[in-house]
């Protein structure tokens, strides 16, 4: 698909999305329907479990202080938010921030999967242990599978999936914010491998639909300004 396509394609699914009724009472709390944000054509996509109030009254993923460390994470290694793809699980609050229900997300797990298979990305990072559980189809914890990347379907995608702390996790406990940095400079040599081999209708392995694209992340800079978080 080309980029203009794919950008044409995924501002029509938005605008599907923009005005879905699915989930009664997520629609009846929601200021508005927080699609995600970044480039189309990203080598990586991060997702997360739900927009929180920021998210709900500016329309975008992570913003508030998680956004800011997500924002510093992606620098340290050479990265712009611009360059990657960020989303939910849900594209709706959930009230008072509760855990997203397992019909929540039944009904908006169609919208995720056909955006990975839209933006076709190279390494989806699970941010947390929710969105990395549901990605995975395991109960394990984030803390057993952070830094350990595998092969994972998303819809009729295959990518190369990151588990990674939720950056939030970082903002209450520091250790985790070493972590996270140590997980987030493995996305080099990820996205340098190329997509995975891709399955057919049939179920037969293809080879990529898309060609490995040269890694964006570069060495991490130690002039990168740092967040005063702690």
């Known amino acids: 698909m080309t980029a203009d396509r794919r950008a044409a394609a995924e501002q029509a699914l938005r605008a599907e999305v923009s005005v879905c009724q699915r989930c009664p009472q997520l629609v009846a709390a929601r200021t508005q329907v927080v699609f995600g944000s970044g480039s189309v054509d990203a080598q990586v996509m991060f997702v997360g ?15 508030g202080a998680s956004g800011r460390l997500l924002d510093q994470l992606l620098g340290g290694i050479g990265i712009e938010r611009e360059q990657v793809y960020i989303t939910n699980v849900l594209k709706c ?6 855990d997203p229900r397992s019909e929540e997300i039944a009904n908006c ?3 995720l999967e056909r955006q990975v298979e839209l933006v076709e990305p190279i390494v989806v990072v699970t941010l947390g242990n ?6 995975r189809g395991s109960d394990e914890a984030i803390t057993a599978v952070h830094g350990r990347p595998e092969e994972c379907t998303i819809g009729s995608r295959t990518v190369r999936l990151l588990p990674v702390f939720h950056p ?11 972590l996270l940095r140590e997980d ?3 996305l080099a040599e990820l996205v340098a491998l190329g997509p995975p081999r891709q399955r057919d209708g049939a179920g037969a392995v293809a080879p990529a639909s898309q060609p490995a ?18």
């Open 49 to 63: 479990e739900a927009p929180g109030a920021n998210e709900d009254r500016e329309g975008v993923p992570f913003v």
């Open 93 to 98: 609050r959930p009230p008072d921030n509760r």
């Open 109 to 111: 797990s169609g919208y």
């Open 130 to 135: 929710f969105a990395t559980k549901l990605l």
């Open 168 to 178: 939030a996790a970082a903002l209450y406990r520091r250790p985790n914010l070493e």
């Open 184 to 186: 987030f400079a493995r």
């Open 213 to 230: 694209k040269p890694p964006t992340a570069q060495p991490a800079d130690d002039d990168a300004p740092q967040l005063d978080l702690f």
